[in-house]
């Protein structure tokens, strides 16, 4: 049996109620199932950890996470520290160093749940998007001068090269090769940015020529937000920047329901280091400690971690327990519309992965009665 070992790393807000709920879910699951074990590590990195010693992670904190077969993350960002310094300081300092270029984002309206757009169900709304992960506008490239002066100025440099276009478009189209649709749309903003973006292009229409069976389409982001909202069912594999993809899948969750739901992968794909499964979703700092997080996001999330792990069966048993909970709305938390919380939801998914019916322990009054918290 193969043990793995998981750095769980929470960070800030109701990232650390989804991990913890996750964690239970895995420990469940690799219990019930006893195909695989999993051992956890945790890691107290995030805002906190800054705010007592001036850093969201050890200076060799990337070194110590080569020691794991797989890192489970969940959010980063807090109210009195400004954006910019938590998302660099913890998720990007991760992500960059380590490697983990491709960032894969699934988007599926999950039984039980119902998009936002009218009569669009979960045939219609089926995608992958592939974020670039590690350059573009994330590059870390530009700066500030002159700070409070008239001619004050900043600069922020998306850099594009040759090798990491190659590699995301490559990705890209292994995965919608990997579809039944075998559609790939390349989001790009050419039409304005006149040397990284075309040099997107064609280093995407070179190597789609090594994907004769995959049908590319290029798509500017501008019209990429109409054709998500207006005609869902013509899309299937999506590749953009980083940026782009960052705000499209915030789009996608949306359209399908709530990001609370959103997983994500950001993979090395040549596996020379640990990849990071973390759900889409920030530390919404409005719910925190209030435990009513949506932890679906993040069990989804380990389902992408066991599959890359090479646990199918067991990815696939967790992905039913998850859809089982999802068709029924008494598990909805509020983003859904529902009352329940992170507590009941994650009770759920457990006693479905054990067997138990979910529908008769609620008509016993029993675990997942909301008196019952
Ligand atoms: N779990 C995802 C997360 O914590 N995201 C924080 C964030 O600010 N993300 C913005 C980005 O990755 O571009």
């Known amino acids: 049996m193969r043990h793995f070992k998981i750095a769980a790393i929470p960070g800030d807000g109701i990232g650390q109620d989804v991990i913890a709920a996750g964690v239970r879910v895995l420990e469940a699951l690799a219990k019930r199932d006893r195909s695989?074990?999993?051992?956890?590590?945790h890691f107290d990195w995030g805002s906190d950890r800054y705010k007592a010693v001036g850093s969201f992670m050890p200076e060799d904190g990337a070194a110590q996470l080569q020691n794991y077969d797989a890192i489970y993350f969940g959010a980063v960002g807090a109210p009195d520290i400004p954006d910019h310094l938590t998302l660099w300081?913890?998720?990007l300092n991760i992500c960059q160093p380590l490697d983990q270029y491709a960032n894969v984002r699934p988007t599926r309206i999950l039984p039980g749940i119902?998009?936002?757009l009218a009569d669009v169900t979960s045939e219609d709304l089926d995608w992958v998007i592939i974020r670039e992960n590690s350059e573009g506008e994330y590059a870390g490239q530009g700066g500030r001068s002159h700070k409070g002066q008239p001619h004050e100025m900043a600069t922020d440099v998306s850099v594009f090269t040759r090798h990491g276009v190659e590699r995301i478009m490559r990705y890209a189209f292994e995965v919608a090769r990997?579809?039944?649709?075998?559609?790939?749309?390349?989001?790009?903003?050419?039409n304005a940015q006149r040397y990284g973006m075309v040099m997107w292009d064609e280093i995407a229409a070179e190597v789609a020529r090594d994907f004769p069976d995959v049908t590319i389409e290029k798509m500017l982001v501008d019209a990429m937000t109409v054709r998500m909202t207006m005609q869902p069912a013509s899309l299937d594999t999506i590749v953009a920047t980083n940026l782009h993809a960052d705000i499209l899948s915030d789009l996608a969750a949306a359209l399908s329901g709530s990001i609370g739901i959103a997983p994500t992968a950001n993979l090395n794909p040549d596996r020379s280091t640990p990849s990071m499964f973390e759900p889409i979703h920030g530390s919404a700092f409005d719910i925190t400690g209030k435990g009513i997080a949506n932890p679906i996001g993040s069990f989804w999330s380990a389902v992408m971690m066991l599959e890359h792990l090479g646990e199918a069966a067991a990815a696939a048993h967790l992905m039913r327990a998850i859809e089982t909970v999802t068709s029924n709305p008494m598990y909805h938390t509020a983003d859904l519309g529902g009352t329940a919380?992170?507590?009941?939801?994650?009770?759920?998914?457990?006693?479905?992965?054990?067997g138990r019916n979910i529908a008769e322990a609620d008509k016993a009054g029993g675990a997942h009665a909301q008196s019952g918290d």
């Open 114 to 116: 119902t998009s936002p």
């Open 341 to 354: 919380t992170t507590e009941q939801v994650t009770q759920a998914v457990i006693d479905v992965i054990d």
């Open 89 to 91: 300081g913890l998720r």
């Open 36 to 41: 695989f074990a999993v051992s956890f590590d």
């Open 178 to 190: 990997s579809r039944p649709a075998k559609h790939c749309t390349i989001v790009t903003k050419s």
